[in-house]
């Protein structure tokens, strides 16, 4: 049972345009969800996360959209640059408990053109 | 500061032999987690310590696996008797605490031929 699911797979976008990587979740005690960057070689590194009590957050050029109610998020890169290009993991956890890890989705490779 | 580290960055082994996989979190972290990342199989949750305590070993593929963790600090993940669908890179990832960001370490590329 894939309890996040990420998409699209892969992503082309113009330099300066917006990304956008969407990922659905089934469980409903998730409470903690980070995006991950990851570079080829390259452990993920984390880029930024939400908690379900807040519909957005912005870092920079990154934000993170939340619909609770749809249990679904979004992550939104702005002014994309070539340097963005990567694999964009979405996950979730229930911090608050268990014993559990994250949970990944399948992974965006996102390609930023010059 | 430094970050989260682990040896080997890369490992081959022969099917059947034993392999011991070593993280160092970063210091202060009392949460500390391997995950294990393959093309078929994506990013997959191993085994969570609190401290040296591993509260739930179910995520473990096999009782082939298994991990310990001293002096709340270094933890070693240790395969016996490999086999080639262990092929994967072996991620650990620490935090300060359970309930906040997790950060990973570049990873053991693991090779069984």
């Known amino acids: 049972q894939q309890q996040v699911k990420q998409s699209p797979q892969s992503l082309i976008v113009q330099k300066g345009g917006i990304s956008i990587i969407n990922c659905a979740y089934e469980n409903t005690a998730f409470d903690y969800f980070p995006w991950y960057q990851q570079f080829p070689g390259k452990g993920p590194a984390l880029l930024i996360a939400i908690r379900p009590d807040v519909s957005e957050k912005k870092e920079g050029r990154f934000t993170i959209s939340f619909n609770k109610s749809a249990k679904q998020f979004s992550l939104h890169i702005m002014d994309s640059q070539p340097g963005d290009s990567a694999t964009y993991f979405c996950?979730?956890?229930?911090?608050?408990?268990?014993?559990?890890?994250?949970?990944f989705g399948k992974g965006t490779h996102l390609i930023i053109q010059p | 500061g430094a970050g989260v580290s682990q040896s080997p960055s890369n490992k081959v082994t022969e099917k059947g032999k034993d392999v011991e996989l070593r993280c160092d979190p970063i210091s202060g972290h009392t949460a500390l987690y391997w995950y294990r990342q393959s093309l078929g199989q994506g990013l997959e949750f191993l085994i969570y310590?609190?401290?040296?305590?591993?509260?739930?070993k179910s995520g473990l593929p096999s009782d082939r696996f298994s991990a310990e963790r001293t002096g709340g600090s270094v933890s070693t993940l240790t395969i016996q008797r490999t086999q080639q669908e262990d092929s994967a890179v072996y991620l650990c990832a620490s935090s300060l605490a359970r309930a906040l960001g997790e950060y990973f370490g570049p990873g053991t590329r693991l090779t069984v031929t």
């Open positions: 310590f609190q401290g040296n305590s591993a509260p739930d």
């Open positions: 996950a979730a956890k229930i911090a608050g408990g268990g014993a559990d890890g994250l949970t």
